[in-house]
């Protein structure tokens, strides 16, 4: 099929530039660029916890040039959407990156966006993962392509945060693999994981965390233990629910740094790290939660230690800084319930029932759902051709049936995305954003604000500012420090770092080049 959606009917990221007036040139090319990604950091996050800060963004909040208002302007506000975009600056429309997971109809079934069934996992068992699926080159990717003596390298627990930000021609990207306990990538990089990576995982990476227990650094309250529970103290989640997941990932990068010998190289090299941790505890506890608060805490001191390390290894003066996060999130709608917001619950087969059932009363009882993915309804193609039905007036009748469902606040048809029939208007534009044709479900449901499909916890994805309000900082030498008020989005980050290290952006950046920070 044709795919309709152009540039042109993308948001209009340009509406937000600021006046192309003449700035001072662009700070001088670094040796090193350290790209941190906080998974599930709320902008507010910088201003609530600031008490508690004293080492990396007390002193990225002082010395850096803190964006207030970033957001990101696309619709799911996910992980992998997130990593994708901030360092190749693209919109999901355009990089294929459209969520977490999607359902395939090539194969039948859901896959995730860095699933590579041609590839294998070095260091474990298994398949491997890889960013084919990624269409769009990144910052990495084009420092590479322009024939530097440059290292791309990623590192976190997850696979997709590892590996969606350095790109296609990363050196290597790693991630946790929980079964093994031990730091992986994959062939799709390597015949073999380099003798420093051996080394890291013979010292046996979640050893510290066997046992232990997590003690808030304010107060030392005990919140929980990696040992089996007691009547008073419950077993944590998982070693990537606690602190020690993001001591792994900055020890981890630590040797990566050295092991890669990054910023000793004749062109810019690129170190990118996601703290994961973050995300796997908000989900539980919820961002009003003490246990946010200590992870948050404690990823300023990490944060201050491997700023320390890429110092003494690089110099600070040679290194451009970069943070943000992938998301936001909803608080716990029982706590904002408690407090008079608005929130609640979702039953999660209420969307595909209201499917099944107005197909069905209109065109016969059958199996009309293909596949249900988050906020996401893929149709049975076969089933609509095999009847003869026009697609759109299904998708139609299937998204009227939605719209009707409670606390559901827009519905929009594959038809319609595709055909750019939608407003400029924020939420619109957000959904059409993220449209990829090719990997697009019929049916795309944006919730009520604070309201979730989730039966426990606290959850993101939408289009909504406690979702797409994130950090975007910036240190390095000639770098203003100060705090801007304009508005921006996540996808500026690509092309300024492009611009500065003096290399093509990215091939589907849809940002600009944040000039105003220039000294």
Same mark, same amino acid.
């Given at each position: ?8 009917s993308?948001?209009?990221?340009s509406a937000l ?5 003449e700035?001072?040139p662009?700070?001088?090319?670094p040796?090193?660029i ?9 902008w507010?996050?910088?201003?609530r ?6 080492s990396?963004?007390?002193?990225i ?7 207030e208002d ?6 799911p506000?996910?992980t992998?959407v997130?990593h994708s975009t901030?360092?190749s ?5 355009v ?7 999607w359902?395939d109809?090539e194969?039948?079934? $859901?896959?995730?966006?860095v699933a ?5 996992l ?14 769009? $080159?990144t910052v990495?990717d084009e ?12 590192v976190?627990?997850k696979?997709?945060?590892a590996i969606l ?13 929980n079964? $093994? ?7 799709y990089?390597?015949?073999?994981l380099?003798p420093?990576v051996?080394?890291a995982?013979?010292?046996?990476p979640?050893?510290p965390?066997?046992?232990?227990v997590?003690t808030?650094?304010?107060g030392?309250?005990?919140?929980c233990?990696?040992a089996?529970a007691t009547p ?6 998982s070693?990537?629910a606690?602190?020690w997941g ?8 630590e040797q990566a740094?050295l ?24 989900h539980a506890?919820?961002?009003?939660s ?6 948050? @805490? ?12 890429v ?11 970069v943070?943000?996060?992938?998301h936001g999130?909803a ?10 917001m608005?929130g609640?619950?979702?039953?999660p087969n209420a969307?595909?029932?209201?499917v099944?059932?107005?197909l069905g009363a209109?065109?016969?009882?059958s199996?009309?759902?293909?596949s249900a993915?988050? $906020?996401s309804?893929?149709l ?10 026009d @697609?759109?007036?299904?998708?139609r009748?299937a998204?009227?049936?939605v719209a009707?469902v409670p ?11 595709q055909?750019?029939r ?14 990829y044709?090719p ?5 795309? @449901?944006?919730?009520?604000p604070?309201y979730?499909?989730?039966a426990?916890?606290?959850?993101h994805?939408?289009p909504f500012?406690?979702d797409?309000?994130?950090p975007?900082i ?5 770098i203003k420090a ?11 980050i690509?092309?300024?770092?492009s611009?500065i ?5 990215p091939?589907g ?5 944040l000039?105003e920070?220039?000294?």
């Amino acid at each position: 099929m044709k795919i309709a959606l152009s540039l042109a009917s993308l948001i209009s990221i340009s509406a937000l530039c600021l006046p192309a007036a003449e700035t001072a040139p662009p700070p001088r090319k670094p040796k090193l660029i350290l790209a941190v990604a906080v998974d599930q950091f709320r902008w507010e996050y910088l201003k609530r916890f600031r008490d508690g800060y004293t080492s990396g963004f007390k002193r990225i909040l002082e010395q850096g040039a803190v964006f207030e208002d970033a957001h990101y302007v696309h619709y799911p506000t996910v992980t992998a959407v997130g990593h994708s975009t901030f360092l190749s600056g693209a919109l999901p429309a355009v990089s294929g990156i459209v969520g977490n997971e999607w359902y395939d109809r090539e194969t039948g079934k $859901s896959t995730t966006s860095v699933a590579d069934a041609t590839t294998k996992l070095l260091g474990a068992e298994g398949a491997g993962s890889s960013p084919r699926k990624m269409l769009v $080159s990144t910052v990495g990717d084009e420092i590479k392509m322009s024939g530097q003596e440059s290292k791309v390298v990623g590192v976190s627990i997850k696979d997709r945060s590892a590996i969606l930000p350095v790109g296609h021609m990363a050196d290597g990207a790693y991630w946790f693999d929980n079964k $093994s306990a031990q730091w992986v990538t994959s062939t799709y990089y390597a015949k073999e994981l380099p003798p420093w990576v051996m080394k890291a995982n013979a010292a046996q990476p979640d050893a510290p965390s066997r046992n232990a227990v997590w003690t808030s650094l304010e107060g030392g309250k005990p919140l929980c233990t990696m040992a089996e529970a007691t009547p008073s103290l419950p077993k944590c989640r998982s070693l990537e629910a606690s602190p020690w997941g993001n001591e792994m990932i900055e020890d981890f990068a630590e040797q990566a740094l050295l092991g890669e010998k990054l910023g000793k190289h004749g062109g810019t090299d690129v170190l990118a790290v996601s703290f994961s941790s973050n995300d796997y505890v908000g989900h539980a506890m919820g961002p009003d939660s003490p246990e946010v608060r200590d992870i948050s @805490i404690r990823t300023d001191r990490l944060l201050g230690k491997l700023l320390d390390a890429v110092d003494k290894s690089v110099g600070l003066a040679n290194v451009l800084f970069v943070m943000t996060a992938d998301h936001g999130v909803a608080p716990i709608p029982e706590v904002n319930q408690a407090r008079q917001m608005t929130g609640g619950r979702m039953a999660p087969n209420a969307i595909s029932k209201a499917v099944n059932d107005a197909l069905g009363a209109k065109y016969g009882p059958s199996r009309w759902v293909e596949s249900a993915v988050a $906020s996401s309804v893929y149709l049975n193609w076969e089933l609509i051709d095999f009847k003869k039905l026009d @697609i759109a007036e299904v998708q139609r009748v299937a998204a009227q049936a939605v719209a009707k469902v409670p606390h559901v606040f827009r519905v929009y048809t594959a038809d319609q995305l595709q055909n750019g029939r939608v407003s400029t208007e924020a939420v619109d534009a957000a959904v059409r954003n993220g449209f990829y044709f090719p990997r697009a479900a019929d049916i795309t @449901i944006v919730q009520d604000p604070y309201y979730l499909f989730d039966a426990t916890g606290t959850t993101h994805s939408t289009p909504f500012g406690y979702d797409t309000h994130v950090p975007v900082i910036f240190m390095g030498a000639g770098i203003k420090a100060g705090r801007y008020f304009e508005k921006i989005t996540v996808n500026d980050i690509a092309p300024t770092l492009s611009a500065i290290v003096g290399v093509n952006e990215p091939s589907g950046a849809m940002g600009r080049i944040l000039r105003e920070m220039w000294q």
